[in-house]
Nanobody, 123 residues
C-alpha cells in the first residue's frame, strides 16, 4: 500500500523558515508530479490551495503568493519531496498536504495525499 508521510511542520515567527518533507513508501513503479497544497484554518469548506508542484523531470510551478519565498525540490532516488519555506508570513499559516501522482502498476496512475502537517506563523 502506498503512503505519503509528511514531516517538518511547526510554529515559527514571521520572517522565519521551515522545511517540510514528504516521503512516499510502498510498492509502486514511479512518481509523476509531486505537489504541496495548504488549507487555511477557519473555513473547512474552502478548497485546498496549490502551493507548489514539481514534475518528474524537475520543472516547477508556484502559487503567486509564495514565489520567491518557497522552493520545492525532490529526490527521485529517495522518493521524497521537500518544501523550503523562507520569509514566512502569518497568512502562510495552514495545514500543508503532500500530494503525488504515483504510477502503481503499468500505466495505472493514482492520486495520493499525505495526512497533513500544521504550519503556524506568529506575527
Amino acid at each position: 500500500q502506498v503512503q505519503l508521510v509528511e514531516s517538518g511542520g511547526g510554529l515559527v515567527q514571521a520572517g522565519g523558515s521551515l522545511r517540510l518533507s514528504c516521503a512516499a513508501s510502498g510498492s509502486f513503479r514511479s512518481i509523476d508530479t509531486m505537489r504541496w497544497y495548504r488549507q487555511a484554518p477557519g473555513d473547512p469548506g474552502k478548497q485546498r490551495e496549490l502551493v507548489a508542484g514539481i514534475r518528474s523531470g524537475g520543472s516547477t510551478d508556484y502559487a503567486d503568493s509564495v514565489k520567491g519565498r518557497f522552493t520545492i525540490s525532490r529526490d527521485n532516488a529517495k522518493n521524497t519531496v521537500t518544501l523550503q519555506m523562507n520569509s514566512l508570513k502569518p497568512e502562510d499559516t495552514a495545514v500543508y498536504y503532500c500530494n503525488a501522482i504515483i504510477v502503481v502498476i503499468a500505466s495505472n496512475r493514482r492520486n495520493y495525499w499525505g495526512q497533513g502537517t500544521q504550519v503556524t506563523v506568529s506575527s
